[in-house]
T-cell receptor, first 115, second 113 residues
């Protein structure tokens, strides 16, 4: 089955710096890769996603890149702000588009942005 | 965008009692919903996949008689934790699939005392 590895587990940056979180996956059939932000005591919120037919996607300060050959994808946050502090999860869906979808999550990265 | 409403947000129950958690898709129909469990500082672990009008599919190691799932309509799935024990205390999160992605509820913090 699919396995998603996420690094680093914790990341501390100064306000204004960039943050990069990396994930690898094992199942070449996976073709949908979302990133979620989870604040304490709340459910995950989708911040950006990418499909396997796209190499890069950007939404203001957030971007995601995908390398299907290497089976890895990364989240890039530029000009970080204290409110970006949260736990970020990557995920892969090995059955996207089929009758049953499912998400396999990485273990999460706790991002701390220091003012 | 798609919204999934989950209730209650917090519940405290006595050991041996049952607790029901509701998950509703507010502006779309969800044929499939998912239930996750999350322990502190850990990732989300899929417990079961809930299918409207049919039996849920449980992940390996999840007791189907303990975690009862009902998906009686296209907008509502419920998770009932039966005969709850302190070790069932956790953060439970539901999710619904709405192409092109998945939307999550706000979670339920269950504490069994």
């Amino acid at each position: 089955g699919e396995n998603v590895e996420q690094h680093p587990s914790t990341l501390s940056v100064q306000e204004g710096d960039s943050a990069v979180i990396k994930c690898t996956y094992s199942d070449s059939a996976s073709n949908y890769f979302p990133w979620y932000k989870q604040e304490l005591g709340k459910g995950p919120q989708l911040i950006i996603d990418i499909r396997s037919n796209v190499g890069e996607k950007k939404d203001q300060r957030i971007a995601v890149t995908l390398n299907k050959t290497a089976k890895h994808f990364s989240l890039h946050i530029t000009e970080t702000q204290p409110e970006d502090s949260a736990v970020y999860f990557c995920a892969a869906d090995p059955r996207y588009g089929g009758s049953q979808g499912n998400l396999i999550f990485g273990k999460g990265t706790k991002l701390s942005v220091k003012p | 965008g798609a919204v999934v409403s989950q209730h209650p947000s917090r519940v405290i129950c006595k050991s041996g009692t049952s607790v029901k958690i509701e998950c509703r898709s507010l502006d779309f129909q969800a044929t499939t919903m998912f239930w996750y469990r999350q322990f502190p500082k850990q990732s989300l672990m899929l417990m079961a996949t809930s299918n409207e009008g049919s039996k849920a599919t449980y992940e390996q190691g999840v007791e189907k008689d303990k975690f009862l799932i009902n998906h009686a309509s296209l907008t509502l799935s419920t998770l009932t934790v039966t005969s709850a024990h302190p070790e069932d205390s956790s953060f439970y999160i539901c999710s619904a699939r709405e192409v092109p992605g998945y939307t999550f509820g706000s979670g339920t913090r269950l504490t069994v005392v």
